[in-house]
């Protein structure tokens, strides 16, 4: 049975999660976490468990599993969906909806269910496109009110989570879709991320000549998103593209229907904490867009605010194949946290013990 099948308990779960107004992720990530664990052989916890304090925690790509070891010398840690039993199988189902709302599950299932389409298309027989190929690992010790995290990473989804004294936080937070629009087959016509297409060039088409002279900052698109698998979010100078202040009305809407898109994929209690940093941003948010105006072309664009990042990409296959990703300048990986967690904890607190690796 295939990791997305037979969904809708768990989408009615993260409906009811996403919007009960409650602040429990963090006792849901545990639980979830908890009972994942006790589900697995000491031979598949010591794949899938680590250190709080381990760098791999900080190790993160949205390649196939297979090309890792290639780019890196290393492979892809964690436990594999492929390695676990069917039961295990629906607790790593749990685990990954306790850190998404509604849609952002529904996102990141169907993103691994393309893993079969790509299989069929590249007429692969060795493997390297496999929906289960979806690792799951888990830093120090799941508790509401502790210090761990938990990461979730394959082709295209890449996940992380941490929890500081029982506050949760989810970034970054990576999806990618190949192909972008499915255009053969009995599955022809899904686009697992049409929103943030469409939503980006929405914006880009409303915009006035004068106004998409400044927005668009480069002819040709950028080959992927800029800041990559970085540790740390950075982008070089000052922010480019058009001023939120320079926009009217409706166009300020469609710009935050468009940052709306990447904040509700997480839930109620970890998008509240991204809309506060839109809040926070007031008008100095900037949108730049690089590559072809009219649909079909490759394009990217970025939403760059002084606290986070937005950036999307559509090159690769013929302008069919997406990245996006958002990103927190000072929050990815819970650091912001941590650094608040660590700087009022007593001397030689707060380092969360792992029964891991």
């Not at 039993?85 to 189902?93: C, D, G, H, M, V």
């Not at 989810?170 to 991320?193: D, K, Q, Y």
């Not at 394009?299 to 013929?318: G, K, S, W």
């Not at 608040?340 to 792992?354: F, I, L, M, Q």
Request: charged share 25%; net charge neutral; hydrophobic share 40%.
């Amino acid at each position: 049975m295939r990791f997305w099948v037979s969904l809708l308990p768990l989408f009615v779960a993260c409906a009811v999660w996403a919007h009960d107004g409650h602040d429990h992720a963090a006792p849901r990530m545990a639980a979830t976490a908890r009972n994942f664990l006790a589900s697995l052989t000491p031979e598949q916890k010591a794949s899938a468990v680590f250190p709080f304090e381990d760098e791999e925690r900080f190790f993160w790509h949205y390649l196939p599993t297979d090309d890792i070891p290639k780019r890196y010398g290393r492979p892809r840690r964690g436990l594999t969906l492929a390695e676990m039993t069917p039961a295990q199988k629906r607790l790593a189902e749990a685990l990954l909806s306790a850190g998404l709302s509604q849609q952002g599950y529904i996102k990141a299932s169907t993103i691994m269910s393309l893993e079969d389409i790509l299989r069929i298309l590249e007429k692969d027989t060795k493997g390297r496109r496999n929906p289960e190929k979806y690792h799951f690992s888990i830093f120090g010790e799941p508790s509401e009110t502790g210090t761990w995290a938990y990461r979730i990473e394959g082709h295209h989804v890449s996940l992380h989570f941490t929890v500081v004294k029982g506050h949760a936080t989810g970034n970054p937070t990576f999806f990618g879709s190949n192909p972008a629009e499915v255009r053969e087959g009995p599955r022809a016509g899904l686009r697992v991320l049409a929103a943030e297409e469409d939503k980006g060039r929405a914006l880009l088409m409303a915009l006035t000549p004068e106004q998409r002279k400044v927005a668009i900052v480069a002819g040709k698109a950028y080959p992927d998103i800029l800041t990559e698998r970085s540790r740390k979010a950075a982008l070089a100078g000052q922010p480019s593209g058009l001023a939120m202040s320079k926009m009217n009305a409706a166009q300020r809407k469609l710009l935050l229907d468009l940052v709306a898109e990447y904040i509700d994929n997480v839930p109620s209690e970890l998008a509240e904490q991204r809309r506060e940093r839109l809040k926070a941003a007031g008008t100095s948010l900037h949108f730049a867009w690089a590559g072809v105006v009219e649909k079909g072309g490759p394009h990217y664009y970025r939403v760059q605010a002084p606290a986070f990042l937005i950036e999307y990409d559509n090159t690769q296959n013929h302008a069919n194949h997406i990245h996006s990703v958002w990103r927190d300048f000072d929050g990815d990986f819970g650091v912001d946290l941590l650094k608040e967690h660590y700087a009022t904890a007593p001397v030689g607190h707060g380092h969360s013990a792992s029964a891991g690796r």
